[in-house]
């Protein structure tokens, strides 16, 4: 199987709740074949994990405690912990810091960041990174663990980029690349070892141009893709392909 590749979607989100199968049949008609389907809840990520079972090459499920989350990390970790162990599990995320909604808990999410790496290395997983204002105190914990998985959304310099990617750490980009004033972001794509770039939409959220504003979904991938291509001077579907290969290896490089 090829195909495009969606690294993060939140396809268990309420907001998918009314037009579940229309989006997957969309996905599917638009050649979006592989999904690393996005869990911020545990019981959002049984839920997940119980469709994907249908077709694991396809779906893939990641489950993380969000940074926004941090007040019941305590609650939850027990839970979190035993539900990683499961093969229905590839992944562990969305994890990290936000220092944009939450300013006052940064020890805090610092310490829960570094603690759910520790936790994804003991079952072998790769992590899924959520670096909002943060990326530099992000760079340095992952660092510090020897940490390895993905920036999702990725949103730092091209520079900054280089030192992930030296730790064979991936970068995710979505639909701000098609936005008008996202000069950075076409700066990263441009500039980066290209084995370690990979596609996302974030939906519900960061629908592509031009779709700005709606509702994302999974089958807007071919948009995000196409613009990556274009910027990096070569065929469209050389890019899919490049992605399709990035997201193997990615799956089977554990934190
Ligand atoms: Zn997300």
Known sequence: MTGYIDSHAHLFSE????????VIQRAKNSDVNRIMIMCTRMDEARRAMAFAAEDPKRYQVAVGIFPDDVDHAEEWYPEF???IQNPGIAAVGEIGLDYHWVQDKKKEQQELFARQIESAKKVHKPILVHARD?????????KQHQAKGLMHCYSGSAEMAAEFTKMHIYISLGGVITFKN???AREVCAAIDSSFLLSETD???????????TKNEPCRIPLIVAKMAEIRGIPEEDMKQMIYENYDRFLKEPA
């Open 15 to 22: 907001e998918f709740q009314d037009d579940f199968d229309a």
């Open 81 to 83: 912990e035993e539900l």
């Open 134 to 142: 943060a990326m530099q105190d992000c760079f340095d914990i992952m």
């Open 182 to 184: 996202a000069r950075r």
């Open 203 to 213: 939906c519900p959220y960061m629908a592509p141009e031009p779709f700005r504003g």
